[in-house]
């Protein structure tokens, strides 16, 4: 356990970095929805396999249920430590990035709107009532409060945070581990 605790800060700290370079690279990098998931996926999955690879030297076998195990409280640990992180970059360290993220969020939405309503053949009227609305709805909403992303996280920690370490931990565990639990059964 102390090894996934140890391992959910370096995991923390990637993924601090992670963030920091893609805003310093360009903010809007922070926006894009594959660059920010792609980048999390490859951080998580390293810190879940190199986890794992530690825990080997430890624990023999390694199971299934101790893989899942670990990299379930690694994946907690440090996605909590780096929501508390967006919300102090968000929030003080910069906070236009709100503003620019709800802009992003409109534009996707008024481009898939039009889409939407081309599709189903909407009038004119019935599609500009219908952007207004998204409008207003996005705007009176702030994506970056503590509780709507303590509410992402809690998500988070299904996808891609228990997805991940099942798939992970069904790839690292022991050969050995599957026999003794069949003969044990």
Same mark, same amino acid.
Request: net charge negative.
């Given at each position: ?10 995991? +923390?700290?990637?993924?601090?970095? &992670? ?5 310093? /690279?360009? !903010?809007? =990098?922070?926006? @894009?929805? $594959? ?44 996605? +909590?430590?780096?929501?508390?992180? &967006? ?5 003080? /360290?910069? !906070?236009? =990035?709100?503003? @620019?993220? $709800? ?50 996280? &809690? ?31």
């Amino acid at each position: 356990m102390k090894t996934a605790i140890k391992f959910g800060v370096y995991y +923390f700290i990637a993924s601090a970095l &992670a963030t920091l370079i893609q805003y310093l /690279i360009n !903010p809007e =990098l922070l926006f @894009r929805p $594959i660059v920010s998931l792609v980048v999390s996926l490859l951080v998580v999955a390293t810190f879940m396999i190199l986890l794992l690879k530690e825990e080997k030297k430890v624990v023999q076998p390694l199971t299934f249920g101790e893989g899942i195990k670990n990299t379930m409280v690694m994946y907690i640990i440090g996605s +909590f430590f780096s929501i508390i992180f &967006a919300y102090v970059l968000y929030n003080f /360290i910069d !906070p236009s =990035l709100i503003e @620019r993220s $709800i802009e992003f969020a409109q534009e996707i939405a008024r481009s898939t709107a039009e889409r939407v309503a081309e599709i189903g053949g909407l009038s004119e009227v019935d599609k500009v009532e219908m952007l207004e609305e998204m409008e207003k709805q996005q705007v009176d909403s702030n994506p970056f409060t503590l509780s709507a992303l303590l509410l992402s996280w &809690a998500i988070n920690i299904i996808f891609p945070g228990l997805v991940l370490s099942l798939i992970i931990s069904a790839i690292m565990k022991d050969k050995k581990s599957d026999q003794e639990e069949s003969l044990s059964s």
